[in-house]
């Protein structure tokens, strides 16, 4: 029988949702589903067809390729080593992503997809096609045929303990009935320098074009704004979501504080973790 822990995290760009959430479901051997992904996936396939995120117009075509389109997330838990140098640092569970068959994880990671996304993620027709298979995966269906949608998902553990999803409406929309709710945020100043850090990572140690910190700050705000104000599912604490404060946690520390709260509520509802 399928008693899986629900935990859902949700909270503004930057405030550690993945790491933490990847963390802990490789400590707590639950699987891992980024909603994100499957938003970013869709502006992906809609840039691809010439369709406007933006224009009312394409909004149906829109929904009808997020309902379509095979959407595969693959967590790879307990990554090797990224080199050799490394390797007392344990590397983070990788989640690969895949459209029709192809890999786009990295793809739907550029620029150009997070400065679309907020069309997509405001059209009500594609939420509701994402959120109906958010929650399968939720409730460990993996191979789903739905009323306008089908899809298949490799089973990433062969008997997970729960799942944990991260995004914006998790608590409030999509598992209203999780068992364990938390909302991470962190002031906007801390997540710009966290964002800035990464994307200096990313860049080539031979080629350095410099990036603007005002502009990953201004473009993260701009981002939350979109998050908190649009009419459908906004970014929102629910009512029964614990708040977790990470502007002065490192990543480990708010990995532990999110398996602490979980294992204590395991405990309270009589789960065996
Ligand atoms: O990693 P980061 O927090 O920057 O972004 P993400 O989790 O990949 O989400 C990208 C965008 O998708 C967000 O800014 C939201 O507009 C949208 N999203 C959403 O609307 N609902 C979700 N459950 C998850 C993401
Ligand atoms: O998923 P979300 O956009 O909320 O954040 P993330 O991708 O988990 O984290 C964004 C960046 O902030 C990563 O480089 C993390 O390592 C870093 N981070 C941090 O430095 N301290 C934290 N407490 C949480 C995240
Ligand atoms: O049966 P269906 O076409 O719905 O799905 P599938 O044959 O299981 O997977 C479709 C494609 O996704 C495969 O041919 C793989 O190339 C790709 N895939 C992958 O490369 N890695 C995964 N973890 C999942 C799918």
Redesign the pocket.
């Known amino acids: 029988s399928k008693n899986l822990f629900q935990l859902a995290i949700d909270g503004p760009a930057a405030s550690g949702k993945s790491s933490t959430a990847r963390i802990a479901a490789q400590r707590l051997k639950f699987e891992y589903i980024d909603s994100g992904a499957m938003y970013r996936v869709v502006t992906l396939a809609a840039l691809r067809q010439n369709l406007s995120p933006l224009s009312l117009d394409d909004a149906s075509k829109i929904t009808y390729l997020a309902a379509t389109s095979?959407i595969?997330l693959?967590t790879i838990f307990n990554p090797p080593p990224i080199s050799h140098t490394s390797s007392s640092k344990p590397s983070l569970p990788q989640t690969?992503v895949?459209l029709?068959?192809?890999?786009v994880t990295h793809e739907i990671r550029s620029q150009e997809i997070t400065k679309n996304i907020s069309g997509i993620a405001s059209n009500p027709d594609v939420r509701q096609v994402l959120v109906e298979k958010q929650r399968a995966l939720a409730n460990g269906i993996y191979d789903y045929e739905g009323e306008n949608s089908?899809?298949?998902?490799?089973t990433l553990r062969k008997s997970p303990k729960g799942i944990v999803m991260d995004g914006r409406d998790v608590g409030t929309v999509v598992l209203p009935n999780a068992d364990l709710k938390i909302f991470v945020t962190a002031s906007a100043r801390v997540r710009a320098i966290r964002r800035y850090k990464e994307l200096q990572q990313q860049q080539s140690t031979i080629k350095k074009p410099l990036i603007d910190f005002n502009k990953v700050l201004e473009d993260l705000e701009k981002r939350d704004k979109s998050d908190y104000e649009r009419k459908i599912s906004p970014l929102k604490k629910a009512d029964d979501a614990v708040l977790l404060d990470t502007s002065d946690m490192s990543v480990m520390e708010q990995a532990d504080k999110i398996i602490e709260l979980v294992l204590k509520r395991a405990k309270e509802k009589n789960f065996d973790l």
Request: aromatic share 22%; proline share 0%; no cysteine.
């Open positions: 095979h595969f693959h690969l895949y029709n068959g192809e890999d089908s899809f298949k998902l490799d």
